[in-house]
Structures are given as C-alpha cells and as structure tokens.
C-alpha cells in the first residue's frame, strides 16, 4: 500500500509547562485519566517548540485585525504568501481578514504526558540577591523595608521524568495549499520533513530559564500507509520499564524502526534490544531522513 504519513512515538525526559499562575504560585499542567493525575508538556507548546527550533518559523509573518472589538494577530496569508511558499504556514493557519482561509495542519502533535503519575515536589524561591542590592544602594533595609525594596517569595510546582507523545505528518498535504492551488517544490517538501525530524532528535526546551535536553530516550515508527498515531496506544513505561507488549512488537515489524539512546535511562534496555530490533537513535533518524527523500524522489 502507498506511504502517507510519518509516524513517530516517542519517549523522551522533559519537563511539563505551566499552567495559570495564582499569585506567587506557578503549578504544571495537568490531565485525568486512569482515575489518576499525570503531568504533561501541552501538544500547543510541543507543536510550537518543534517549529520554532526546526526553523518552520524562521519567516512567520503575522498581521493585527483591529476592526474587532480588541487587536486579534493572525498569521499573514495571501496568493503571495501561502503555505506552498512560507514554511510557516505549515503547521496551519486561519486568517479571517478580508476573506477567510483556513487551511489545517499537517503537523499533528499529541500532548506529551507523563510515565508515572503526578507527585507534588515544589520548590521555593525568593530575589533576596537583587532585593539586599536594591536595599544597600538605596540606604533601606531588607527586613524592616520588605515592601520597599522589592522582595518577594515565590514557589512552583517542578516536574520532570519520562513523557510519552507522538507525532504525525501528512505526507500528501507537505508544501499544499488548495486555497491558492500552489504546490512546493518536492526538494522543499523532502526539507521542511527533515528539518522536523532534526528538531525532534536534538530537541531541547528553555523552562524558567533552565536549559532541558528533551531528545528521544526511545522512539518508535516510519512512514505508514495510515494517517494515524499508530503506536500511541502500544508504547507505556511503567516504573521506568517500557512494556513490550506483543502488539507493540507485532506493529514494529510492519516495516518500522526502532530507536534506543542507551544511558540506563529505561531500565530493560537489553530486553527492549532483543525484542524490537533497536538501531541507535541517530541511526534511526538517518534512516528516516533517507526515506523521507525517497518519498518525495529527491534522491541525489
């Protein structure tokens, strides 16, 4: 049957974003499910940091729309400017001014939800350093002038550990736009994949200014001939053990790979070595990259 999509599980050690801020209280995001509370890295901000960082945004354009009751930014979006032309566009849009264009994504990310469930660890944190320089140099003091001088406790909620998401890619739509019936090139449809693929592999995420490597621990799929995230039901990690279910195995086989980073960061890694097949990480994206080209019969 003719290849699709690309499909990608991954495994990977992140931390999660956070959610609205009470006061000087800053809690993670979180979901329900399985009668217990998981922690979880948004599909938003995943989706937005995998574009940013594989450069999809490099020539974002937006525009404001102030005939509404308030100022609303849109993507800009034009026979000039579409998604056949502008990498940006990629990951869809919806403009509204003048005339209205929408055009779906091709890139669809699930959020990335934590491996065990959620277990309170705050932190707590005060600007004491900055308060005492503001104090000294002002001629106050800290404790009798905590007002005045600025300082101010705060905690948040901390979390990270072993987060599951997937991800796939409409190889058909890549580089289409039908509302200006344009097309990319098939070199720059093969490009924006792989610059995807690059940013999925050596992603990293700035989280209150701590720097977090999140490149994939384990990741499993390729091109599919189903426009589905055909392993987000079979990969789980339990007390930081991937299961290897036989259906996980059995759907590996179907002409998949499967990528380890060995680092002891999974528990049973020669067992998930002997069972699925493992190729190392980098491996496994060079393999995909050469089947992306050849999807889009570039290969030169």
Do not use: W
Not at 271 to 292: A, N, Y
């Amino acid at each position: 049957m003719k290849k699709k999509a690309l499909t990608l599980t991954v495994v990977a050690n992140m931390t999660s974003n956070y959610a609205e801020n009470l006061g000087n209280i800053a809690s993670v995001q979180k979901v329900f499910k399985n009668r217990k509370i998981y922690t979880i890295r948004s599909r938003e901000s995943l989706k937005n940091a995998l574009m940013v960082q594989a450069g999809l945004y490099d020539d974002l354009q937006t525009i404001s729309d102030s005939s509404k009751q308030k100022v609303v930014v849109q993507k800009a979006v034009s026979e000039k400017l579409n998604a056949a032309n502008c990498r940006a566009l990629e990951g869809g849009y919806m403009n509204t001014i003048d005339t209205t264009y929408i055009r779906n994504s091709s890139i669809y990310v699930t959020d990335a939800i934590s491996c065990e469930s959620f277990v309170n660890e705050p932190r707590f944190h005060n600007n004491l350093y900055l308060a005492s320089n503001y104090a000294q140099a002002n001629g106050l003091n800290v404790q009798n002038n905590a007002d005045k001088v600025g300082l101010m406790p705060y905690q948040y909620e901390y979390d990270k550990g072993l987060k599951c998401y997937s991800i796939t890619v409409d190889l058909e739509m890549i580089g289409k736009d039908k509302n200006f019936n344009m097309e990319a090139l098939p070199e720059e449809k093969a490009e924006r994949v792989i610059l995807l693929l690059n940013a999925i592999q050596n992603l990293s995420l700035v989280v209150k200014g701590n720097l977090d490597n999140a490149e994939p621990i384990f990741i499993v799929g390729g091109l599919s001939d189903r426009k589905t995230h055909y392993f987000e039901n079979v990969v789980h990690v339990k007390e930081d053990k991937l299961e290897l279910s036989e259906d996980l195995i059995q759907k590996k086989n179907q002409g998949f790979y499967a990528g380890l980073l060995k680092g002891q960061a999974l528990l049973n890694e020669d067992e998930i070595e002997e069972k699925l097949q493992t190729i190392g990480v980098s491996e496994f994206f060079s393999k995909l990259g050469e089947d992306v080209k050849t999807y889009f019969d570039v290969m030169k």
